[in-house]
C-alpha cells in the first residue's frame, strides 16, 4: 500500500520558517496539528509517528502542558518534511488506572477494574440523563434546566442505590444472619452453616436482632465503597484551577446549544448534596429492614422507628426529586440556603434513627429464631417493581409527556396488576378481580395514547435514537445490569452456603469414588424469589439475542456484499477479504435495533417474571400459584417431571448467572494485565465516563471535564501566546492557525472544545481552525443518542435514521436528506425563538452550529465544486466505529472522503478497521487540502 511518514506532506522540501509553503498553505510552523486520539488510546509517539525518545511534554517557558494522566506532546527533533508543530494530546490515563506491571499492580487494576463494574448501573443512569430533551437556563446554576424526566432519572438513580442495599442486606441479613444460624434447642449448641468461615462463629451466642445489627454495617460499607470510588476519580479528573476560573468569568446565553454552557464541563466540588441524600437513603433502609424483622418478632417500639425510617427515607426521595431542577447545587450566600446544609442534616438524622434501630434490634427479645427474613424477601420486589415503571416512563419523557403524570399512571396500573395477581381482591368476588383488570386496561391506555400522539408531533423523531426513547432504553440497561450483579451476588453466596449441604464420605468398597447424598431433612438456603425470576430473565434474554443475531447473520449477512462505497481499484485483488471484513462491521452496527428490541423482551419478561414473583409470595392469600404449579405438572408428566424441570431450570439460572460473573472477571483481569492498560469497561465505559455526572453521584467520573477545557486552553495558547518565549518557533501570532484532528472519541473531545470556545466568548479564534476528524461516530451514534448535545441542529449536519436490521448493509437508504436543506433554518428560527421567549431579540453566537462556527457557507457539503474546506471526514466501511459526517451516498460530497481499507504500514495484506488512519495517503492529502490557501 502506498503510505508517507506520519508528519510529512507531499515529499518536498519544508519551506523556511516565516515563508510561505510551495502549495499556498499558511507559513510552515505557524500552524499547530493538535492530533487527538480515541478509544484505542493510541500512544503520544504513534501519533506524531515517531520513536518513544524522540517525544516529549510540550511547555509553555518552563512550565509542562501535562502530567502523568494527560498532557501535550511534541517531537523532540522535527520529522522529515514536517510542515506543521506535531503535538498529540493524550488523555487515555484519564479513565484507566494504572500502577505498574507488578503483580501487586495488576491486582490492583483488577480490583479497580471490578469496583468500576459494579458502578456502571450508575453510569447508564447519567447517560440517560443527558438523554433527554433540555435547555439552557441562564438563571440556574450549571447554565441548564433539566426538562422531563430529569426527576425520574435521578428517582430512578436512587433506586439503584438502594437495589444494591437491598442486595448485600439479603446476604448478609437473610442468607447468613438468619438462615445459617438455627437453635437445636439444647443449651449452648448451635447450627451454622458448614460453608461459613469459622470467624463467624462468634455470632452463635448473639440473638438475632443482635446478629443482624452486627452485619449491618455491610450493605453500609458497600455503598460507602463505591463512594469513595467515585470520589477518588472525580479528583483525579477535576478541571484545572485556571479553565474553571475562566469559565466562571462567562454566563450561559439564553439561547445557546448545552456544549456551548461555560460551566458544563466544571464540577465545583467534589461531594454533592444528591450524594448525602443517597448515604442517607441507604442508612434508611437498613434501618426499615431491621426494624421490619424486630416488629415481627416483639414489641410496638420497632414499629414506630419502622415508621420514622420510612417517612425520612420518602422525604429523602421527594428532596432528590425536587432538587433535580437544576443540573448543578445553586450557589448560595446564605447558610441555610444551602442544599449541602440541609442535605448534611437529612444524614445526620439517617445516622441517628441508624443508630437507635441497633440499639432496639439488639435489645428485642426472639420469639422465633427461624422464622423467614419477609423484609427481606419483599423489598428486593418492590424496588425492581419500581426501577421498572420508571424506566418505562423514561422511554416517554422526550416526547413532552409529563414525567410525574406518567408515572402516576403507570403506578396505578401496576399497583391494581399486583392487587389482582396477589388474589387480595378474591374475597369480593369475580367483579372486584374484573375492576382492577379494567384499571390496568384504563392505565395502559392512559399511558401508551398520550405518549403516541406526542411523539406524532415531534417533526425530528426519526434522527432520535429509537423514536425518542433514549433514556428509557439507557435505564433498562442499568437496571439489567443492576439486577445481573445483584442476582450474581445473591444466587452466588446462596450456592456457596449451599454446597454444605452434600454429605460426602470414602466409598470404602471402592475407594476411587466417594459417595456424595444430601439426608432426609436437611436444611436449605432459601434466596429470594426475585433474585431468581430475574435470573431466568438474564437466561432468556441471552438465548433471544444469540438466536436474533444468529439468524440475522445467517441469512442476512452470510453472503451479502455491500458495495457502497465501491472498494477502490487498487485494492480489487483483496475485494473478498474487504467484503467479508465490511460485513462484520455492518454486523456490529445494529446496536440500536438490537437494544430496542432486547429492551422490549426486557420488559416483557420482567413483568411477567414479577407477576409470577408476586404469585408465589402471596401463595397464602389465592390459589393462583397452585393453579400454575398445576397446569406446569400437566405438560411436564407429573409432579416428578415438575421437580425435574425446577431443578434444570435453577441449574441453568445459576450457571448463566456464573458464567456472567466469570466473563466479568475475566475482562476485569485481561484489562488489568494489558500492556496498554486498556479502560475497565471497554467502549461502554467511554459512553458513560465522557458525560458530566448529573443523575447518580457515585458514577464513573466525567474525564471531559478536564480533557475538553485543557483542549480549548491550549488553542487559545497557541493562537495568542502571552510571549514569544511562552510559544517559540510560531512566527508572527496573528499567523498562527490550528489544524485540530481528532479520531472516534476524541472527535467527541474536540467538537466539544470548539463550542467550549464559543462559550467562552472566543468565537474569533474559530475561524483560524480547521478540522480533520477520522474514525468517528457524531452522526449516527452520539447525535442520536444525545440530541440535544450532538443532533443536526447542533453540528450543522444532515440528520441520519435508525440503522436497519435486517438489510445486509444497515444504513442504506437511511439518510435524512429532507432535514438537510431547512436545518440550519431550523436551528435559526429555536435560537430566535429562544431569544424572543428570554425578552432578547438577538440570538447569540453559543447558539450557532458547528458548521457556522467554522465559517462553513450553508449547503457547502452539498456543492458540486469543492470549495475551499474547512472539515473533512475520513472514514472506511470496514471500520465497525467510523461513519460518515454527511451521506452514506455513493455520491461524493465535500464532507465526507473514502480512506483505504488495507492497513498502509503492514507487511502482511491486512484489511482495515477501526485504527491506522494516520499513515494513510487520505490524511496526508485532506491535511494539505485543509492547509491550502490558509
Known amino acids: ?78 520529522l522529515p518534511g514536517q510542515k506543521t508543530r506535531l503535538e498529540a494530546y493524550s488523555w487515555g490515563s484519564l479513565d484507566r488506572f494504572t500502577k505498574g506491571q507488578s503483580l501487586i499492580g495488576k491486582t490492583g487494576r483488577t480490583l479497580y477494574n471490578l469496583g468500576w463494574f459494579l458502578v456502571a448501573p450508575f453510569g447508564f443512569s447519567n447517560a440517560a440523563y443527558w438523554a433527554r430533551s433540555f435547555r439552557p437556563d441562564p438563571s440556574r446554576e450549571g447554565g441548564l434546566r433539566t426538562g422531563s424526566g430529569g426527576g425520574v432519572t435521578r428517582v430512578f438513580a436512587l433506586l439503584l442505590t438502594l437495589w444494591l442495599v437491598a442486595a448485600v442486606s439479603t446476604v448478609a441479613f437473610d442468607l447468613v444472619a438468619v438462615q445459617c444460624f438455627l437453635p437445636t434447642g439444647v443449651p449452648n449448641s448451635w447450627k451454622l452453616c458448614n460453608a461459613l468461615p469459622a470467624q463467624f462463629d462468634a455470632l452463635r451466642e448473639l440473638t438475632r436482632g443482635q446478629r443482624l445489627a452486627a452485619l449491618s454495617f455491610a450493605p453500609i460499607a458497600a455503598v460507602v465503597l463505591v463512594a469513595l470510588l467515585g470520589l477518588v476519580s472525580n479528583v483525579r479528573f477535576r478541571t484545572r484551577a485556571i479553565d474553571a476560573a475562566r469559565a466562571r468569568q462567562h454566563h450561559a446565553q439564553h439561547d445557546a446549544f448545552a456544549l456551548a454552557v461555560p460551566a458544563l464541563w466544571v464540577r465545583r466540588r ?19 429492614l431491621l426494624m421490619a424483622d424486630a416488629a415481627a418478632q416483639d414489641g410496638s417500639g420497632p414499629v414506630s422507628l419502622l415508621s420514622v425510617a420510612a417517612v425520612q427515607l420518602v422525604v429523602v426521595t421527594v428532596v432528590v426529586a425536587a432538587w433535580s431542577r437544576s ?69 416517554v419523557v422526550r416526547s413532552g409527556y409529563k414525567e410525574w403524570l406518567a408515572t402516576a399512571v403507570l403506578t396505578v396500573g401496576v399497583v391494581a396488576l399486583v392487587i389482582a395477581v396477589g388474589g387480595w381482591l378474591d374475597p369480593l368476588g369475580w367483579t372486584a378481580n374484573a375492576a382492577a383488570i379494567g384499571v390496568v386496561v384504563l392505565s395502559g391506555v392512559g399511558f401508551v395514547v398520550p405518549y403516541m400522539v406526542l411523539r406524532r408531533r415531534d417533526p425530528r423523531r426519526r434522527e432520535h435514537a429509537w423514536h425518542g426513547a433514549g433514556p428509557g432504553v439507557f435505564m433498562f440497561m442499568a ?58 430473565v438474564l437466561v432468556l434474554m441471552v438465548v433471544f439475542v444469540i438466536l436474533l443475531l444468529g439468524v440475522i447473520g445467517w441469512f442476512g449477512l452470510r453472503k451479502a456484499v455491500i458495495a457502497t462505497p465501491p472498494v477502490d481499484d487498487s485494492e480489487k485483488l483483496f475485494e473478498r477479504d474487504i467484503d467479508a471484513v465490511r460485513r462484520s462491521s455492518a454486523f456490529m452496527q445494529r446496536a440500536e435495533p438490537l437494544l430496542h428490541t432486547v429492551s422490549w423482551v426486557i420488559g416483557v419478561t420482567v413483568t411477567v417474571s414479577l407477576a409470577f414473583t408476586v404469585m408465589r409470595q402471596a401463595r397464602g392469600q389465592t390459589g393462583r400459584w397452585a393453579w400454575v404449579l398445576g397446569v406446569l405438572e400437566t405438560w411436564l408428566g407429573g ?47 467511554d459512553l458513560m465516563a465522557w458525560l458530566p455526572r448529573a443523575a447518580h453521584p457515585f458514577g464513573p467520573a466525567c474525564f471531559a471535564e478536564r480533557a475538553v477545557p485543557e483542549l480549548a486552553d491550549r488553542m487559545i495558547r497557541w493562537l495568542e501566546p502571552a510571549s514569544e518565549a511562552a510559544e517559540p518557533g510560531g512566527g508572527d501570532p496573528s499567523h498562527r492557525r490550528v489544524l485540530l484532528a481528532t479520531h472516534s472519541l476524541g472527535t467527541v473531545l474536540g467538537v466539544a472544545s470548539l463550542f467550549h470556545l464559543a462559550a467562552l466568548g472566543r468565537t474569533d479564534l474559530l475561524k483560524r481552525i480547521r478540522l480533520l476528524t477520522f474514525g468517528m461516530q457524531l452522526r449516527p451514534y452520539f447525535g442520536r443518542f444525545f440530541p440535544e448535545l450532538f443532533g443536526p441542529e447542533v453540528l450543522g449536519t444532515p440528520g441520519v435514521a435508525a440503522p436497519s436490521f435486517w438489510s445486509a448493509d444497515p444504513w442504506k437508504g437511511k439518510d435524512i436528506h429532507e432535514s438537510s436543506a431547512p436545518f440550519a433554518a431550523r436551528a435559526a428560527a429555536s435560537r430566535a425563538q429562544a431569544a424572543a421567549h428570554d425578552g432578547d431579540a438577538s440570538p447569540s453566537v453559543a447558539g450557532t452550529p458547528l458548521t457556522e462556527l467554522l465559517d462553513i457557507p450553508a449547503g457547502a457539503f452539498a456543492l458540486a465544486p469543492r470549495p475551499q474546506p474547512v472539515w473533512i471526514n475520513l472514514w472506511r466501511r470496514t471500520d465497525y466505529l467510523g461513519f460518515p459526517g454527511y451521506s452514506y451516498s455513493a455520491e461524493p460530497n465535500n464532507l465526507d472522503r473514502v480512506a483505504l481499507e488495507m492497513e498502509p504500514d503492514s507487511y502482511m495484506a491486512r484489511v482495515a478497521t477501526h485504527a491506522n488512519y494516520l499513515p494513510t495517503l487520505a490524511y496526508l492529502q485532506a491535511r494539505d487540502d485543509l492547509l491550502a490557501g490558509w
Open 639 to 685: 409432579e416428578q417431571g415438575l421437580s425435574a424441570f425446577a431443578a434444570f431450570a435453577e441449574w441453568l439460572v445459576l450457571m448463566c448467572v456464573v458464567i456472567g460473573a466469570l466473563a466479568v472477571i475475566g475482562v476485569a483481569i485481561t484489562n488489568a494485565t494489558s500492556a496498554h492498560t486498556n479502560r475497565p469497561l471497554g467502549l461502554l465505559w
Open 1 to 78: 500500500m502506498p503510505t508517507a511518514p506520519l508528519g510529512a506532506g507531499s515529499g518536498a522540501p519544508p519551506p523556511a520558517d516565516g515563508a510561505p509553503s510551495p502549495n499556498g498553505s499558511a507559513p510552515a510552523l505557524d500552524v499547530l496539528e493538535l492530533r487527538v486520539h480515541g478509544i484505542l488510546n493510541v500512544p503520544p509517539q504513534d501519533m506524531l509517528g515517531t520513536q518513544a525518545s524522540n517525544i516529549a511534554l510540550s511547555h509553555e517557558g518552563v512550565i509542562p502542558l501535562g502530567d502523568s494522566l494527560a498532557g501535550f506532546y511534541t517531537v523532540r527533533e522535527p
Open 327 to 395: 443540573v448543578r447545587p445553586p450557589l448560595e450566600a446564605d447558610f441555610w440556603a444551602r442544599r449541602q446544609v440541609w442535605a448534611s442534616l437529612l444524614l445526620a438524622a439517617a445516622i441517628l434513627t441508624y443508630i437507635a434501630s441497633l440499639i432496639v434490634a439488639s435489645t428485642t427479645p426472639t420469639t422465633d429464631q427461624a422464622a423467614p427474613f419477609t423484609a427481606g424477601q419483599l423489598t428486593p420486589t418492590i424496588i425492581l417493581v419500581c426501577l421498572t415503571i420508571l424506566a418505562t416512563v423514561g422511554c
Open 270 to 288: 467534589v461531594n454533592s448534596p444528591t450524594g448525602t441524600l443517597h448515604l442517607a437513603a441507604s442508612l434508611h433502609l437498613v434501618a426499615i
Open 479 to 536: 437496571l439489567v445490569i443492576g439486577a445481573f450483579l445483584a442476582s450474581a451476588v445473591a444466587l452466588g453466596t446462596g450456592a456457596y452456603l449451599r454446597a454444605g449441604r452434600l454429605l460426602s464420605i470414602q466409598d470404602r468398597g471402592d475407594p476411587l469414588f466417594r459417595d456424595v447424598s444430601i439426608p432426609r431433612g436437611a436444611h436449605d438456603i432459601a434466596v429470594p424469589t426475585v433474585f431468581w425470576a430475574f435470573g431466568g
